[in-house]
Each structure stands twice: as structure tokens, then as C-alpha cells.
Nanobody, 125 residues
Framework: QVQLVESGGGLVQAGGSLRLSCAAS????????MGWFRQAPGKSREFVAR????????YYVDSVKGRFTISRDNAKNTVYLQMNSLKPEDTAVYYC??????????????????WGQGTQVTVSS
């Protein structure tokens, strides 16, 4: 079993920055693709970004490209999401996620093996 614990959410003004962290325990995830999703009120959960096991390949949804950066530290079993130039439309609960197995891709919620509990990000205008 895998436990994922997110932190770093909060309230920020538009144009500001936040850094989310996701600490994993229960299993070494160095061969797992890791990702971030978000869910705004009244909307379905959507993919935000993912990073391969080596950290050498990243992928982002178009709406966050150039503003968000996903990274990982396998020695710490931790993945990060640096969010810059935040917009009110980025307001959502952000969830950390793993693939269903080693090297398994993440692009949508159906690809996720484990979820974190979520952290709220609120961007005021």
C-alpha cells in the first residue's frame, strides 16, 4: 500500500506562487510515474502534470504550460509542483497521484493507482 501526503496549499493572490509537495511512504516509488491532478468545485478531476520515474520527461496540460513545473526527488520519495503566475482559474483541490504500476503512464484519473488526500489552492483576483 502507498500513502501520499500533500502539503503546501494555501491562499495566494493572482500572479503569486506556491510550491506543493507530495511525500510518499509505504513503497519506494522510484520506478513509478508521478503526477498531479486538480478538481475545482462543480467540475471533474483533471490532469495537471506528470513526471517519469527518472525525472527526465515531463508532460503538462496546456493551461499550465510555462507556469507550472513538476519535479521529483527519488531519494526523498517526494514529488513537487512549483506553481508560478497563478490565476483565479487555478483554484482547486490539488491531488498527488501514482501510476498503476512501475513505468505505467498517467494522463487521466483512470490511470491512477494511488491518490493523496488533496490540498486546497485558492487564488484570489
Amino acid at each position: 500500500q502507498v500513502q501520499l501526503v500533500e502539503s503546501g496549499g494555501g491562499l495566494v493572490q493572482a500572479g503569486g506562487s506556491l510550491r506543493l509537495s507530495c511525500a510518499a511512504s509505504g513503497r519506494t516509488l522510484s520506478t513509478y510515474v508521478m503526477g498531479w491532478f486538480r478538481q475545482a468545485p462543480g467540475k471533474s478531476r483533471e490532469f495537471v502534470a506528470r513526471i517519469t520515474w527518472s525525472g527526465g520527461n515531463t508532460y503538462y496540460v496546456d493551461s499550465v504550460k510555462g507556469r507550472f513545473t513538476i519535479s521529483r526527488d527519488n531519494a526523498k520519495n517526494t514529488v513537487y509542483l512549483q506553481m508560478n503566475s497563478l490565476k483565479p482559474e487555478d483554484t482547486a483541490v490539488y491531488y498527488c497521484a501514482t501510476g498503476r504500476g512501475s513505468f505505467a503512464e498517467i494522463r487521466n484519473p483512470m490511470d491512477v493507482g494511488f491518490w493523496g488526500q488533496g490540498t486546497q489552492v485558492t487564488v484570489s483576483s
